[in-house]
């Protein structure tokens, strides 16, 4: 009966005699170790036993040679690192305790030791979560205030390009300011994806679909030296999500790999459906139930406990100077939380990387993204402007009025409702920024409705996605994210305007 306890437990067991000569292992002990049972019976326990402190690899004292010679327990669960008879290194704790027969002589000694590598990963990846929401909350606040400053920058740079003559070389001075700014817009955009707070188009999508249209691109981006092997699972349930923001986690992980394989190598993209009970959503922060897995694999240089742990935050890389934004795996984070999904990464230095992103499983067939027809930018409504940000609430000003509308300005919540209540009568539409002092623009909006239902609104900010629903049960506000150019403000505007009161 001991002998099927000692098997059937989760935990490592090894025993010596009173001179420290091995009498047992169970099937953990053999497996960690690499010794049978029959090839250790009998051996110093040193020879099987080899304990390294993984900090300065230097050899430790063996514990059960401890606790024989002190003749009391002893408990190390710190930096243990134990090294297989194969060289393969586990890190563990463990206990050792002398073992005494009835009239109290020294029979031997016992070792209880577990394999910790994984709880450690699961606990970085705990402590990483917290950490990377609290960078992600920094990060979206920072690409918000500027892009409200890229909006005024972009904005009259494009009205000043179609005032000066193509050819000339203030035209090309401006031409630079504007594509600098397109450029500024770009890293804001990633900054906001890490953060959750891009304007996300959700659609339903199929993995293997899109990694099947993928796969020419992505074998051109690896290169001759290294395979691709993708592995999809048939009957794959369908993902909600931006399918471009998709394909561009497809692309960073790709690469990622690649420059993980300098000497070439392989990668195994692989989908799969998996069911989440409780204990494993937990441990990812989602929610149990049917969820759809794409992992990467890859038999690169893989990467050690500190380099997994600051893994996706915006700006770290390993890479050279110049060769690298250290915004790829942030953005990749920053998508897949934003889409209701996790990523996990398992890497040991020398011995490859996985990735793995989980995504809640949804129905319904899949869809394709249409595009709206353009509409005329120009009109004569009225449209309460509010934006406590000067820049911006002067320049969508300028664009509005130049294009034939009236508009009345505004600089808080308060001021708004002032002005409203004095010109209601001819009040078309409020264009409200959300995150204002005092009184966000949600707010405003909901209060302007009370007074006249109907009231067309549109939104913008150049923080997280608020594009959310002004009641519950209603759809989503009309929304504009900064920055965005004149053109793209009047058509939205016009949209809005046009669209029909259900």
């Avoid at 890490?194 to 899109?210: C, E, K, M």
Wanted: aromatic letters at 4%; hydrophobic letters at 40%.
């Amino acid at each position: 009966m001991l002998a099927s306890t000692l098997a059937s437990i989760g935990d490592a067991v090894l025993a010596t005699d009173r001179d420290g000569r091995i009498t047992f292992l169970n099937p953990v002990a053999e497996a960690l170790t690499g010794w049978s049972g029959a090839q250790a019976r009998g051996k110093a326990v040193e020879d099987v036993l080899r304990l390294v402190d993984e900090r300065t690899r230097r050899a430790i004292d063996n514990p059960l040679i401890r606790a024989l010679h002190e003749r009391a327990m002893v408990t190390t669960s710190d930096h243990v690192t134990l090294v297989s008879r194969s060289d393969s290194e586990v890190p563990i704790e463990l206990n050792a305790a002398p073992v005494r027969g009835d009239s109290g002589d020294l029979r031997g000694a016992i070792l209880v030791f577990r394999d910790i590598g994984q709880r450690r990963q699961f606990e970085e990846q705990a402590t990483h979560s917290q950490k990377m929401e609290a960078v992600s909350r920094l990060a979206g606040s920072v690409a918000g205030d500027f892009n409200n400053m890229l909006t005024v920058i972009a904005g009259y740079a494009d009205m000043l390009r179609g005032d000066i003559p193509a050819g000339s070389t203030t035209r090309e001075y401006v031409d630079e300011i504007v594509y600098a700014g397109e450029r500024a817009a770009s890293l804001t955009q990633r900054l906001l994806a890490f953060s959750r707070g891009t304007a996300a188009h959700p659609l339903v999508l199929d993995l293997n679909l899109l990694l099947a249209g993928m796969e020419p691109m992505l074998r051109r981006l690896l290169g001759q030296n290294i395979e691709l092997l993708l592995l999809s699972t048939p009957a794959l349930g369908h993902i909600q999500a931006d399918s471009s923001e998709i394909e561009e986690v497809i692309v960073n992980l790709a690469t990622n790999a690649r420059d993980a394989m300098p000497n070439g190598g392989k990668l195994v993209v692989e989908t799969a459906n998996v069911s989440l009970e409780e204990h494993a959503a937990d441990r990812l922060g989602m929610k149990p139930g049917p969820c759809v897995m794409l992992a990467f694999s890859d038999n690169g240089i893989g990467m050690d406990a500190e380099t997994r742990s600051r893994l996706f935050e915006p700006f770290f890389t390993t890479k050279e100077r110049g060769k690298g934004s250290g915004l790829g795996l942030s953005t990749v984070y920053g998508v897949i939380k934003q889409a209701g999904g996790q990523v996990t990464v398992y890497s040991q230095p020398n011995c490859g990387t996985i990735f793995e992103i989980y995504l809640p499983r949804v129905h319904g067939p899949v869809v394709e993204r249409t595009l709206a027809a353009a509409r005329p930018a120009k009109g004569s409504e009225t449209i309460l402007l509010v934006d406590d940000e000067e820049g911006v609430r002067k320049l969508c000003s300028t664009v509005l009025q130049a294009n034939g509308y009236n508009v009345l300005e505004a600089d808080n919540g308060e001021a708004a409702l002032a002005a409203y209540d004095k010109n209601a009568h001819k009040v078309d539409m409020l264009l409200a920024d959300v995150v204002m002092r005092q009184m966000d623009g949600f707010e405003l909006g909901r209060m302007l409705c009370r007074q006249t239902p109907g009231l067309k609104i549109l939104y913008m900010s150049g923080y997280r996605d608020n594009a959310g629903v002004t009641e519950p049960g209603q759809a989503p506000a009309p929304f504009l994210h900064k920055p965005f150019t004149p053109d793209v403000l009047l058509a939205k505007v016009r949209e809005v305007l046009d669209t029909e009161v259900l």
